[in-house]
């Protein structure tokens, strides 16, 4: 005499499966909306934002420290290198700095429609020692067409914004016009920062406290 063995409906059995099926579903779902959450929550808590430029690749862009000054907007490097905030009178180039081994990439900061006063930022590789800064400063400096550049007999450390630098200042002259430059060196074994600022000597002090300090105050630099 045949047995018949009972069906025991599987997973995907068209049979209905009753309340322990609807309820493994609605676990499914609520575990399924915890994740989504968390995602989103840790999406929300991100120091970054993402940038994606032309071309498909993508870049996260870092955030300005502090809050900007007034008539200052945000900027954020699209390589992910530095943000700062800058006056909404000045644009932002990309630009080339003779240096004494290759050029350098660099961004130069200038009023609209003007060479001077500047403020150029570029990333030098491996830790550059603070008694190679004359020569690198002298050599991006005179790549610009100036000349008679003398740079102060030592160096001195100064804490402006979230970093210290070791600063240079010098002089020099550019087009017959005498300018005065501070250079800003911050080391690291992951690529050194180089800042330098220039303006004509007779309206140095303006550009100084007006726009270089308060950009300088607001970096912030990858890691």
Do not use: K
Not at 7 to 35: D, N
Not at 46 to 75: E, K
Not at 119 to 128: D, E, K, M, P
Not at 153 to 172: M, P
């Amino acid at each position: 005499m045949a047995t018949n063995t009972p069906q025991i409906p599987g997973a995907f059995s068209a049979e209905p499966r009753g309340r322990p099926a609807l309820a493994t579903i609605g676990l499914a779902l609520a575990l399924g909306g915890l994740v989504l959450m968390g995602f989103i929550a840790r999406a929300n808590e991100r120091p970054l934002i993402c940038h994606c430029p032309a071309g498909g690749t993508s870049a996260m862009l870092l955030r300005p420290s502090g809050t900007a000054p007034a008539g200052f907007v945000a900027y954020s490097d699209p390589r992910g290198q530095f943000a700062l905030y800058v006056s909404s009178t000045w644009s932002a180039a990309a630009t080339t700095l003779a240096t004494t081994s290759r050029p350098l990439a660099a961004t130069t900061f200038a009023p609209h429609g003007t060479d001077l006063p500047q403020w150029s930022i570029a990333t030098l590789a491996g830790n550059v020692p603070s008694t190679q800064l004359a020569a690198v400063v002298g050599a991006a400096i005179q790549g610009q067409g100036a000349t008679s550049f003398a740079p102060a007999v030592a160096t001195d450390r100064a804490v402006i914004g979230a970093y210290e630098w070791t600063h240079l200042a010098a002089t020099a002259e550019l087009h017959g016009a005498p300018i005065t430059i501070n250079a800003y060196l911050r080391p690291s074994t992951d690529g050194s920062t180089l800042v330098i600022d220039e303006s004509l000597t007779i309206l140095a002090s303006g550009p100084q406290q007006q726009d270089f300090t308060p950009m300088l105050a607001s970096l912030t630099l990858p890691g």
